[in-house]
């Protein structure tokens, strides 16, 4: 059965990245949760999806040069009052560490896609830090690491021979299993407009590939009926519902 991964936890419905985004992906039912990881100055992992703070909240600047104890100064952006469900507990939220967000999951027997952010700047050491931050809070979740960061990869997977490692791909790449056995990789995390360039070998099958960002129902029921092994999307309530249905239509 294909998996139901909330995106940035729910990023369609609550702040993107917040412990309250997960909460409540978790609540949804999901299978999975992907986030996004990034170092501060004083080599903190942080949980933001962008390199910048401005984006999702009040400060201006890049997130390697703040330390951790300023960033956590920092509020939610203005622009999420405008969400439907916004409530005023939200303004509550801050940006978190992994560890923060590793203590959820453990708690919650879900699985993990980590997306280290390393395209804009390689955070040196941060695969290290990231896979021993998982080995020491949530040392029995289920992780895929995924960065579209092929050297960030390579780290993974020379620091942890047995970790699941996800190639991002949002281009088509000629001989994309050539990639998978060279590096080693576990899976791939395409880009949902790729599909078509995915042809099905003896090295590839639609177990082999977690599709993002999924929200349309046109194209929840597609992925679906492909049996692909993961949809991440920003409404994983939308995505349940529509996998409870087809799998009730089918028996
Ligand atoms: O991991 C899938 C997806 O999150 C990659 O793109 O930009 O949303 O991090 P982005
Ligand atoms: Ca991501």
């Not at 949804?28 to 962008?50: P, Y």
């Not at 579209?148 to 994309?176: K, M």
Request: glycine share 4%.
């Amino acid at each position: 059965m294909t998996k139901v991964f909330g995106h940035r936890g729910s990023k369609g419905y609550f702040p993107e990245n917040t412990l309250l985004s997960f909460h409540e992906a978790i609540r949804a039912g999901v299978d999975g949760i992907e986030l996004d990881v990034h170092l501060t100055k004083d080599r903190q992992l942080v949980v933001i999806h962008d390199a910048t703070v401005d984006r999702t909240f009040d400060g201006s600047g890049y997130v390697k040069d703040f330390n951790l104890v300023d960033l956590k100064r920092l509020k939610l952006n203005q622009s999420f009052k405008s969400f439907t469900h916004y409530q005023s507990t939200w303004d509550l939220e801050r940006i978190p560490t992994l560890e923060e967000a590793l203590e959820i999951f453990a708690l919650a027997k879900i699985d993990l896609n980590i997306e280290l952010k390393t395209t804009q700047f390689d955070y040196p050491g941060i695969e290290e830090m990231v896979i021993s931050c998982v080995k020491q809070y949530a040392p029995s979740l289920n992780v895929i690491y995924s960065s579209f960061h092929l050297p960030t990869l390579a780290r993974l997977r020379a620091c942890d021979p047995n970790c699941n490692i996800g190639f991002l791909v949002e281009q088509p790449i000629p001989l994309l299993q050539d990639y998978l056995k060279q590096f080693q990789l576990n899976k791939i995390h395409l880009d949902k407009s790729l599909i078509k360039h995915i042809k099905m070998t003896s090295d590839i099958s639609m177990q082999d590939i977690k599709v993002w960002t999924v929200n349309k129902t046109s194209e929840l029921i597609y992925f679906l009926n492909k049996e692909v092994d993961t949809i991440i999307t920003d409404f994983p309530d939308r995505a349940l519902q529509i996998r409870h249905e087809l799998k009730a239509n089918s028996s």
